[in-house]
């Protein structure tokens, strides 16, 4: 052990966020040491701050200071179209890329039996309870295996609800190159051209 014991708890710790493995954590931690008055201590004020204030929200599963969330809350959002996510980063992405003025619903996860998460384990249920005020529900899972069984066991539980039911385009991304592209992508591209 290199540090005192509360400095190596603070990368092991680090060390358990997506995208940090134990070397990044350990720069981490020596940066926030470096600039502890500029960095860590509002950092730990703010992560305080955030113990206290952060909610799941009641309606969608977004996170916020306040439940419903301010996306739930805004009378401007239509209640047309609901855009089904995996998780929250997936509704952030969606709101920075500036889809509308659209609602979202969490499902906190993909249906996947050999990690033992099933359709209690997600927020299903809810969407189920949530789809008659909706015209459309848009499925937005990622497109593995996992993804596509969960859009086709809720397509399956939402079969006679009265509400239209699609999913995002597959295919080509915008500035893609064919050569760089799988297989895979490049069928369902194929299958799902449009007219020009």
């Not at 600039?35 to 799941?56: F, G, I, N, S, Y």
């Not at 509704?91 to 996860?109: I, S």
């Not at 009265?162 to 592209?181: K, N, S």
Request: with cysteine.
């Amino acid at each position: 052990m290199a540090a005192g014991p509360e400095i190596e708890q603070l990368i092991q710790l680090l060390a358990r966020l997506p995208g940090l493995g134990p070397r990044s954590a350990r720069r981490a931690v020596l940066h926030l040491i470096k600039k502890k008055d500029q960095l860590m201590l509002p950092l730990a004020a703010a992560l305080d701050r955030a113990v206290e204030t952060v909610k799941v929200c009641e309606v969608c599963g977004n996170v916020d200071t306040r439940s419903p969330c301010s996306i739930c809350a805004d009378p401007r959002r239509s209640s047309g179209m609901l855009i089904v996510v995996e998780d929250v980063a997936d509704l952030w992405a969606l709101e920075r890329a500036g889809v509308g003025a659209v609602k979202y619903h969490v499902l906190g996860g993909v249906l996947s039996p050999l990690d033992g998460i099933g359709p209690d384990d997600l927020s299903i249920e809810a969407l189920l309870r949530r789809a008659p005020e909706f015209s459309e529900i848009v499925l937005a899972v990622n497109a593995t295996v996992e993804g596509q069984t969960t859009a086709h066991y809720i397509t399956d539980r939402l079969a006679g609800a009265g509400v239209r039911i699609t999913r995002l385009a597959h295919g080509v991304p915008v500035g893609g190159e064919l050569d760089y592209l799988d297989e895979g992508t490049l069928s369902q591209a194929l299958k799902a051209r449009t007219e020009m």
